[in-house]
Each structure stands twice: as C-alpha cells, then as structure tokens.
C-alpha cells in the first residue's frame, strides 16, 4: 500500500508543478502576440503623428496669414520680400525706419520655422493668383520645395486670395 501510496503522490505532485508554470513556447507565444499588437499600435500612432504635424503647420499657416493682413491694415501693404515675415514679430527687419512708429507686435511669438524646422517661404507678390496678395508655403516634411507635401496658402486653381484657405485644406485620411 506504501507503494502504491508513494507512486500517486509523486505523480500528483509532477500534476501540481505543471500547473505552476508556463512552457517556454508559451511564454514565446504570448510575448510575439504582445509584439504584433505593439506594432501594430505603433504604426497607427506613427501615421497620426505625421498628419499632426502637418495639421499645426496648417494652423501656424494661417496665424501668419492672419498676421500679414493685420500689417496690410496698418501699413497698406504687405512685407516687402527683405523683410519678410520675421517683420511680423520684430520691427528690426522694417524697409522704412521712419514706419516703427507704426509698428505694433502683430505676432507674440516668433514663428521663422515650420513644424520641420524649415524656414517658411514667403513672397510679397504673389505668382498664384491675384497680385494683390502675397504667397506664403511651408515645403513640407522633405523640406524641398514644389512637390506634393508642400503646404501652401494658395490653391491649385489659382483663386488665391492671399490668405491660407484653411476649410478647403485636403480631409485627413480616414476622417
């Protein structure tokens, strides 16, 4: 009976240690489906990032615009070419020293770059539409100009109106 006894308890203990733990390939298992699932997560959130960045530069676009015609109110004109859209934020850059009386801060915060740290493009006159208005462009996340991710206050059709047309900006995918 001993025997018997002793067998039964070694084979129920061999019972309760499986039960214990996991196996290799289960724990190898569990962790390639935690790292599918991150990877997929990840290039969600990667993609959204993108569109992000692209939305803020939208929105720096159009607060510059903004800007631009608030200095055409008070100086009936847009910022010549050399003084560029930093005259917006600092009156150093002003063609005419005689015009800083004039001048106001038309943005607190000064924005020379886009969301990729590239200089913002900006004509006085713009070469998109009606010449009364001005052209102003962000060359997009691969930072050269004239190709598909630029971002521009002007549309394709050529009825620009001097200002970033920020409704009829491209839906974001998905939405």
Do not use: C
Request: no cysteine; net charge negative.
């Amino acid at each position: 009976m001993d025997e018997m006894y002793g067998r039964q308890r070694t084979q129920s203990n061999r019972g309760r240690h499986r039960g214990r733990g996991f196996t290799l390939i289960e724990v190898m298992i569990v962790i390639a489906i935690i790292l599918a699932l991150a990877s997929l997560i990840g290039v969600a959130l990667f993609s959204r990032f993108g569109e992000a960045q692209t939305n803020i530069t939208r929105i720096q676009m159009k607060t510059i615009g903004d800007a631009l015609k608030d200095f055409r109110r008070v100086f009936n004109r847009y910022p010549t070419d050399d003084e560029g859209i930093s005259v917006l934020w600092s009156s150093a850059n002003l063609d005419d020293p005689e015009a800083e009386d004039k001048w106001t801060k038309f943005m607190e915060e000064p924005a020379p770059n886009d969301q990729w740290g590239n200089p913002w493009g900006y004509r006085q006159i713009s070469e998109h539409g009606d010449e009364s208005t001005y052209d102003l462009w962000s060359n997009g996340p691969d930072g050269e100009e004239g190709t598909d991710d630029d971002i521009t206050s002007w549309s394709e059709g050529g009825d620009s109106e001097g200002s970033f047309d920020f409704e009829s900006a491209p839906p974001a995918p998905g939405g």
